[in-house]
């Protein structure tokens, strides 16, 4: 892995989020959600109440996630999409999805997306288990902003959100 590693995240507490975009099912192995983003790019400028100028990529796992393997066949729902402040009916194929208020884990990653995966595993292996929290069954989530470089550039940044909350509590 040849991304820049910075595993000391900011804990932060907040609001529910909403966010607008397009959706699959898919699995840590398939790598297919780049056909995902280009629908989304001419629908972007649709999508009225935008509550920041960014980008989020959203997975959202199973119940199960907690309690079992995450391995290359562990299916998922992945959205690209971005955040609103107000939401109104949508035009197909648009759908919305509702983040409830939390603590999160923000990490901040810069390289390339094919990276990513180690960066996170590093996380949940190296961090997570001495932090003093404890994964949150809820969808975790990447934000890029406006001047995101793309996956291919290894001096792309992105937050990483991790939905966290104190052991014990």
């Known amino acids: 892995m040849?991304?820049?590693?910075n595993l000391t995240p900011e804990i932060v507490r907040r609001q529910a989020i909403t966010i607008v975009g397009l959706s699959k099912a898919t699995s840590v192995g398939a790598?297919?959600?780049a056909q995902l983003w280009s629908s989304l790019g001419p629908l972007r400028k649709t999508i009225?109440?935008?509550?920041d100028t960014g980008s989020y990529s959203v997975q959202?796992?199973?119940?199960?996630?907690?309690?079992t393997a995450f391995t290359s066949p562990t299916s998922y729902e992945y959205w690209a999409g971005v955040a609103v402040d107000r939401l109104q009916?949508?035009?197909s194929p648009l759908q919305a999805l509702h983040i409830p208020s939390a603590t999160w884990a923000v990490f901040t990653y810069i390289g390339m997306a094919k990276d990513f995966g180690a960066f996170v595993g590093v996380i949940m292996h190296n961090w997570l288990p001495?932090?003093?929290?404890?994964?949150?069954?809820?969808?975790?989530?990447?934000?890029?902003?406006?001047?995101?470089?793309?996956p291919c550039d290894p001096e792309a940044q992105e937050q990483f959100w991790l939905p966290i909350k104190k052991i014990g509590h």
């Open 2 to 5: 040849r991304a820049k590693l």
């Open 31 to 33: 790598n297919d959600t």
């Open 48 to 51: 009225p109440y935008r509550s």
């Open 60 to 67: 959202c796992y199973g119940d199960t996630f907690l309690t």
């Open 89 to 91: 009916p949508l035009e």
């Open 130 to 150: 001495y932090s003093g929290y404890q994964l949150l069954a809820l969808p975790q989530f990447q934000y890029m902003d406006e001047n995101y470089l793309g």
